[in-house]
């Protein structure tokens, strides 16, 4: 008897596929495959075929390879780091704008970033003044409606599939200026 795969769950993997994990590590250092060589004294196929899942390596060679590359090897076995978020589940936010309503779409990792979703009613602002956020960067793409955004003295007039990158350091403000709602996605990378 055959059984339907649900569309909302992973199954997880049979085995740890480590190859993947060690190939980003190693990119990560900006190393190549022959400088790893250098470091390991190891065979430069056989780390290939490590990084690809071809090869089983030793304690020995995986302990050497993840000191080369500055990572613990336990790292290589974590489960990977998800956090799904259904769209009836996303917990509602309200940062202090007006006739907005909000949602966080993302939580429960290392806070690298706050995604939100808006939906900004006519004439919906995000207050009397211009503000900044300790945070390093902020995005908005516009999903439908208009938007304006103040940064300092320039305003940004966004539509549909529009987005702004700014400073989260440099004043500003926002405002839906039509009739209609405007549905946006905030993006900010908090200061670490």
């Known amino acids: 008897m055959s059984r339907a795969a649900d569309p909302h769950t992973a199954d997880p993997p049979l085995q740890p596929r480590i190859g993947p994990r060690l190939r980003a590590a190693r990119k990560a250092k900006g190393l190549t495959l022959e400088q790893l060589v250098a470091l390991t004294g190891l065979d430069k196929s056989f780390l290939s075929r490590m990084e690809r899942d071809?090869?089983?390596?030793?304690?020995?060679?995986?302990?050497?390879?993840?000191?080369?590359?500055?990572?613990?090897?336990?790292?290589?076995?974590?489960?990977?780091?998800t956090h799904l978020i259904r769209a009836a589940d996303a917990p509602p936010v309200n940062f202090?704008?007006?006739?907005?309503?909000?949602?966080?779409?993302?939580?429960?990792?290392?806070g690298e970033l706050m995604v939100l979703r808006?939906?900004?009613?006519?004439g919906g602002y995000g207050g009397e003044e211009l503000y900044t956020l300790d945070a390093e960067v902020s995005f908005v793409t516009v999903l439908s409606g208009q938007l304006e955004v103040m940064v300092e003295d320039a305003h940004y007039f966004l539509g549909a599939g529009d987005s702004?990158?700014?400073s989260s350091r440099i004043p500003h403000n926002w405002r839906n200026p039509t009739q209609?709602?405007?549905?946006?996605?905030?993006?900010?990378?908090?200061?670490p």
């Open 54 to 81: 071809l090869t089983s390596a030793s304690v020995a060679s995986l302990v050497n390879v993840c000191a080369a590359l500055g990572i613990r090897p336990g790292t290589l076995f974590d489960p990977p780091t």
């Open 118 to 122: 808006s939906v900004i009613d006519p």
């Open 180 to 191: 209609t709602p405007t549905e946006v996605i905030w993006i900010t990378s908090p200061h």
């Open 96 to 110: 202090g704008g007006h006739d907005v309503h909000e949602v966080l779409l993302s939580q429960g990792l290392g």
């Open 164 to 166: 702004l990158t700014l």
